[in-house]
C-alpha cells in the first residue's frame, strides 16, 4: 500500500446479526482502496469491531459507508447489551500509521463528521485530538448517559439525538490496544472491583482504561480495557496486575482477547517478558531482521 496510510476502527452497535454486520463491512470495503483487516461480533456486548486501513480519502469514505449502512439497519430503541453505547455507529476513530500525521487526522475526522451530519442527519460528537474542547477529549464523556440519556449536547446537529441511530462520536487517537481479560466467574462485581483498582481515573495505573462487564452468554465476567499508551503501561503489565487482583479475590483467569489489531511491539514485548529473555531486541525476530536486511539492500 504505497502512499499516506490511516487506520479506521469503527465499533458498531450490532453483535449478533450476522448479516446487517457484513452490509456494513461490504458498505466500507466498497469504497476503492479501502481494505478490511479484521471484522469481530460479540454477542454478550452486542457489539462489533471492524479495522479498515488506506489512504485518508478512501478510509473516509469507507467510514461514510458504513455509518450509512448502520444508521439504515440499526435501532437502538431495540438494542441491548453490556457495552456502553450512544450510536448505532458508536465510536469512529481515525489512527495515522503511515506518511499523515495525528493532526491530519483530526482533519480527516472533522470533515467526515461534517459529512455524517449533513448527509444523514446523525448528530456527531468530536473526542480525543478531534474534540473542540478539553472536557470532551475522553470517550466516556462524550458517551455518559448513552442514547438514552445523554448528559451533553453533541458538536454537530442536536441538540436532540437521531431517533433510531443516536449520535456518532468521532475521533482521532494514536493506536492503542482493545484487551480484554475474561475471568473464571460470572460475578460482575469481582471485574468491576478489578477494572477500578487497574484504571487510570481510579488513581491506577497510567494509560489503563476499565469496565468489569457480565458475559452472560458464557457464565464469565470480563475485564475490558483500552490501553491508550502500551509503551508506557505494556500489555504484560497490565496482565499481571488483573492476574494478581484476581487471585486476591480467589478467581482464576479463564482467557484474555484482542479486539481489533495489535501493534508487534506489543506482543515482542509480552514475550520477552514472559521468557524473561536476556538482552533483547527487535532485532532477535527473524521476519524484523529480514526486513530490515531488505531495506538496507535496496
Not at 446537529?157 to 449520535?167: D, I, R, T, Y
Not at 514472559?274 to 531488505?294: A, H, K, T
Amino acid at each position: 500500500m504505497a502512499g499516506p496510510v490511516i487506520e479506521c476502527v469503527a465499533n458498531f452497535s450490532e453483535g449478533r446479526d450476522a448479516a446487517t454486520v457484513r452490509a456494513i463491512e461490504d458498505a466500507i470495503a466498497s469504497s476503492a482502496g479501502v481494505l478490511v483487516l479484521r471484522v469481530e461480533r460479540d454477542t454478550d456486548h452486542n457489539r462489533s469491531v471492524i479495522t479498515f486501513a488506506g489512504s485518508p480519502d478512501a478510509v473516509s469514505e469507507g467510514a461514510l459507508r458504513g455509518i450509512a449502512v448502520a444508521v439504515e439497519r440499526i435501532d437502538l430503541r431495540r438494542h441491548a447489551g453490556v457495552h456502553p453505547r450512544m450510536g448505532a455507529a458508536d465510536v469512529v476513530p481515525f489512527v495515522p500509521l503511515e506518511g499523515v500525521t495525528l493532526e491530519d487526522c483530526v482533519a480527516i475526522a472533522r470533515r467526515t463528521g461534517e459529512e455524517v451530519w449533513k448527509r444523514l442527519g446523525v448528530p456527531v460528537y468530536f473526542y480525543e485530538a478531534a474534540a473542540l474542547s478539553p472536557d470532551r477529549r475522553m470517550l466516556e464523556n462524550c458517551r455518559r448517559g448513552g442514547f438514552e440519556n445523554p448528559k451533553i449536547a453533541p458538536d454537530l446537529g442536536g441538540p436532540a439525538l437521531h431517533s433510531s441511530a443516536g449520535a456518532c462520536i468521532i475521533g482521532a487517537r494514536k493506536i492503542l490496544i482493545a484487551f480484554n481479560i475474561n475471568l473464571q466467574t460470572d460475578d460482575v462485581t469481582v471485574a468491576r472491583e478489578i477494572a477500578r483498582k487497574i484504571r487510570t481515573s481510579s488513581g491506577g495505573m497510567p494509560f489503563v482504561k476499565a469496565l468489569g462487564l457480565s458475559l452472560a452468554g458464557r457464565g464469565l465476567a470480563q475485564v475490558s480495557m483500552n490501553l491508550t499508551d502500551f509503551e508506557q503501561t505494556p500489555l504484560h503489565q497490565v496482565f499481571d496486575a488483573v492476574r494478581q487482583e484476581a487471585a486476591e479475590r480467589g478467581v482464576d483467569i479463564a482467557g484474555s482477547e484482542i479486539i481489533g489489531l495489535v501493534p508487534k511491539k506489543a506482543l515482542e514485548d509480552a514475550a520477552a517478558h514472559y521468557l524473561q529473555c536476556e538482552n533483547f531486541d527487535s532485532g532477535l525476530v527473524l521476519e524484523n531482521r529480514l526486513q530490515n536486511v531488505r531495506r538496507a539492500l535496496e
